[in-house]
């Protein structure tokens, strides 16, 4: 049997809700448990990528958000695979799993699949509304 790659920068799935946003500070309880497989891209009200800075917990319309521990790539890098912690409280990697990224040029593409309980996959969009004092406490764990 032979498997053939399928190529994120042509082949994904927007990402696009306004609620899984990390600047949206409703709670509501929305997971990726679900997801299937696959590669992603982030767009429109939910941003342009997965934010790479800890995201304070119930943003990005669940309990335990999800941000890429670890820098985007170069395109020259090409796919490589990088961790997504899940915040708690002051715990900013409660939980993690390993994805893939790419940089497609414009944008990048994630190759994920369904999280943990609880847990959901954010864009960058609303960076701004953070807290203080969380941004104090996100900087304590870099």
Same mark, same amino acid.
């Given at each position: 049997m032979v498997l053939l790659e399928v190529d994120g920068c042509t082949n994904y799935t927007v990402l696009?809700?306004?609620?899984?946003? @990390? !600047?949206?500070a409703e709670l509501q309880y929305r997971y990726d448990s !679900? *997801? *299937?497989?696959?590669?992603?891209r982030f767009q429109g009200a939910?941003?342009? @990528?997965?934010?790479? $800075? +800890?995201?304070? $917990?119930?943003?990005? !319309?669940?309990?335990?958000?999800g941000w890429l521990n670890g820098v985007h790539p170069t395109v020259a890098e090409g796919v490589v695979t990088r961790k997504v912690c899940y915040s708690v409280f002051h715990d +900013?990697?409660?939980?993690?799993? =390993?994805? $893939?990224? $790419?940089? +497609?040029?414009?944008f990048y593409v994630y190759e994920l699949q369904g999280t943990c309980s609880y847990c959901r996959y954010c864009g960058n969009a609303g960076a701004g509304k953070l807290h203080r =004092?969380?941004?104090?406490?996100?900087? *304590?764990?870099?």
């Open positions: 696009s809700e306004a609620d899984r946003a @990390q !600047g949206n !679900g *997801l *299937l497989p696959g590669w992603y939910a941003g342009d @990528q997965m934010p790479d $800075k +800890c995201v304070l $917990k119930y943003r990005c !319309g669940t309990r335990r958000p +900013c990697c409660f939980r993690n799993n =390993s994805i $893939k990224v $790419k940089n +497609c040029s414009s =004092s969380f941004v104090s406490i996100a900087n *304590l764990n870099d």
